[in-house]
């Protein structure tokens, strides 16, 4: 069962910075898309970015500019790096996976790591 364990997170004042990093218990063959999503309470989980297995990479438009999403598929980690934190970053962060290593696809998912940040 492959699991995957996000580290980082933390509490910091609004224009500092941050360094989530994500790791699988287990290397992932057939990886397409590693992402790092986001989830307050009373909301739906929302994408903040993503990179495809070609490299390409897709922001949430309120982090584009502050954010980079980067990743290493042969050791099955992506990180993600925030600057200019503000309050409104304050969430629960999940990484993602996607591979083809199944007849169906996969999906894993972290458990979550707490951002928090202070005005």
């Known amino acids: 069962q492959v699991q995957l364990v996000e580290s980082g997170g933390g509490l910091v004042q609004a224009g500092g910075s941050l360094k989530l990093s994500c790791s699988a218990s287990?290397?992932?063959?057939?990886?397409?898309?590693m992402a790092w999503y986001r989830q307050t309470p009373g909301k739906q989980r929302e994408l903040v970015a993503a990179?495809?297995?070609?490299?390409?990479?897709t922001y949430l438009d309120s982090v584009k500019g502050r954010f980079t999403i980067s990743a290493d598929i042969a050791e099955t980690t992506v990180d993600l790096r925030m600057n200019t934190l503000k309050p409104e970053d304050t969430a629960v962060y999940y990484c993602?996976?996607?591979?083809?290593?199944?007849?169906?696809?996969?999906?894993?998912w972290g458990q979550g790591t707490q951002v928090t940040v202070s005005s």
């Open positions: 993602k996976i996607e591979a083809s290593d199944t007849d169906y696809g996969s999906a894993y």
């Open positions: 990179i495809n297995k070609d490299g390409t990479t």
């Open positions: 287990t290397r992932i063959f057939y990886i397409n898309v």
